[in-house]
Nanobody, 125 residues
Framework: VQLQASGGGSVQAGGSLRLSCAASGRTFSTPVMGWFRQAPGKEREFVAGIVWTGSSTSYSDSVKGRFTISRDNAKNAVYLQMNSLKPEDTALYYC???????????????????WGQGTQVTVSS
């Protein structure tokens, strides 16, 4: 699976952004999809994940209640709606695919085998 993330930008605290991830290549509809982020000097961390049916999602504690992950298998796309953004959300955001999992959302970086190029999100106070 080849992944292309987009939608990043600069916003003020309290604002919103919607990230998109377009998938191409081999079958997209079955793998678990996730979003990760990496701030300068920090490890890449799990943000959100969604199973292939969209019926189950998982979020890190830091974004729970503010971010929403969704997917449209007909469009081979996954989205991350980010509301009430905070300066600490500033990071490079990556979409990723866990091709070996369909219903179980794993959260380790090493669980995901396909990665997009990243899109920058900057939140100013």
């Amino acid at each position: 699976v080849q992944l292309q993330a987009s939608g990043g930008g600069s916003v003020q605290a309290g604002g919103s952004l919607r990230l998109s991830c377009a998938a191409s290549g081999r079958t997209f509809s079955t793998p678990v999809m996730g979003w990760f982020r990496q701030a300068p000097g920090k490890e890449r961390e799990f943000v959100a994940g969604i199973v292939w049916t969209g019926s189950s999602t998982s979020y890190s504690d830091s974004v729970k209640g503010r971010f929403t992950i969704s997917r449209d298998n007909a469009k081979n796309a996954v989205y991350l709606q980010m509301n009430s953004l905070k300066p600490e959300d500033t990071a490079l955001y990556y979409c990723a695919a866990d091709s070996f999992s369909t219903y179980r959302i794993r959260t380790r970086r090493t669980d995901f085998d396909s990665w997009g190029q990243g899109t920058q999100v900057t939140v100013s106070s």
